[in-house]
């Protein structure tokens, strides 16, 4: 139960089909920042529907194991240049292990949470699907799971459109039915990311230059900057060739430099192939080699027609149509029509025969 009203209509359907409801609200940030962590507000709303739906909450504290299993490998990531999602981290080893176990031990059969996603039983064999609400289906953070953790999950509003969730919780009298939805790192809130970061790396200035070497300008440090990105690159006037903003193209991890280039429709910006690692396939298996599936790149990016070409240590996608900003350390994830089969940590990105 984290306070919002995804958790709360979640709580509240299955009180309705008559389960015996425990909540139970997650701390996983120790900050005494009041204007970004609202943990102290989240329980307020969360026992205030706990009370509506009288059923019994409690506070359990997972600070340590969020920090060790999510937040360190999010810096570690950041650090080299990559693009990490916490979410996905967060998902694997907070929520649906660390939480799950948590549940388990004090004899709960099984977890429940506000995803927008579905789980199909196939005889014994669970099955991750997309939301029924494609603007807020979240199946693309929940890859990393497995047959098990899927068998003791439940999700009671994966058949259901978010603003459906907002009318429930209206009639409800519940006092978060128009709260906000969160936007920000997972359990850290929303703020401003370059200035979050910079609490835990120093400044690492590099040059900005053109794919021709060119200096137009200076980066603050690799870590604050991803693949494709437009706003915040600081480069003045006189350099452009042509109309049009500029877009991070690339980093040169080793000489600390950022490539940026013009224009959205530029090549750099593209790539037909990756190398993806650390597969986890929900299944327990790879789909078939000649398959043709589906891959989101990032949360927000379309299904690409793809092709997976299986190595010894890692996958070769190749894509139907050239991928704009694809991004070393973000999650690709592979779907079978509305099936969630799995996904993995993107590695490299390049053309036909480069990889």
Not at 27 to 36: A, C, L, R, T, V
Not at 112 to 122: D, L, R, V, W
Not at 152 to 174: H, Q, Y
Request: net charge neutral.
């Amino acid at each position: 139960m984290s306070g919002g009203v995804d958790s709360a209509i979640a709580a509240s359907i299955l009180v309705e089909q008559g389960y015996n409801v425990e909540a139970i609200f997650m701390k996983n940030w120790d900050e005494d920042d009041k204007e970004f962590c609202t943990a102290v507000e989240d329980y307020k709303d969360a026992l205030q529907v706990c009370d509506k739906l009288n059923i019994p909450l409690r506070s359990i504290d997972l600070i340590e194991e969020y920090w060790e299993k999510v937040f360190k490998i999010f810096l570690d990531e950041c650090k080299i240049g990559r693009t990490p999602n916490p979410d996905i981290l967060c998902n694997k080893e907070i929520k649906f292990k660390a939480f799950l176990d948590y549940a388990k031990a004090f004899g709960a059969d099984q977890i429940a949470t506000g995803h927008y996603s579905m789980i199909s039983n196939q005889n014994g064999s669970f099955q991750l699907k997309r939301g029924k609400d494609d603007n807020k289906d979240q199946s693309y953070f929940l890859c990393r799971l497995n047959q098990y953790q899927l068998s003791k999950s439940i999700f009671p509003i994966g058949d259901l459109d978010k603003n459906l969730v907002r009318e429930k919780a209206e009639k409800l009298g519940f006092m978060n039915h128009n709260k906000k939805d969160s936007t920000g790192i997972c359990f850290i809130g929303e703020r401003n990311f370059k200035n979050f970061l910079k609490k835990f790396f120093s400044i690492q200035p590099g040059e900005i230059i053109k794919n021709n070497g060119q200096v137009i300008g200076e980066h603050q440090g690799l870590m604050y900057y991803t693949y494709g990105q437009r706003q915040g690159l600081g480069i003045g006037g006189g350099y452009s060739d042509y109309e049009g903003p500029w877009y991070v193209s690339d980093k040169i991890i080793e000489e600390n430099k950022l490539v940026v280039v013009q224009g959205k429709n530029n090549s750099e910006l593209y790539h037909t192939h990756l190398t993806a690692s650390n597969m986890n396939w929900i299944a327990g298996y790879p789909p078939e080699k000649n398959k043709n599936i589906t891959a989101k790149i990032r949360y927000r990016s379309k299904d690409a027609l793809c092709k997976i070409n299986y190595r010894s240590n890692d996958i070769l996608v190749e894509f139907e149509t050239p991928q704009f900003a694809v991004a070393p350390g973000q999650s690709i994830v592979f779907y079978d029509q509305d099936i969630c089969l799995g996904g993995g940590f993107i590695e490299n990105r390049g053309n036909k025969n480069i990889l």
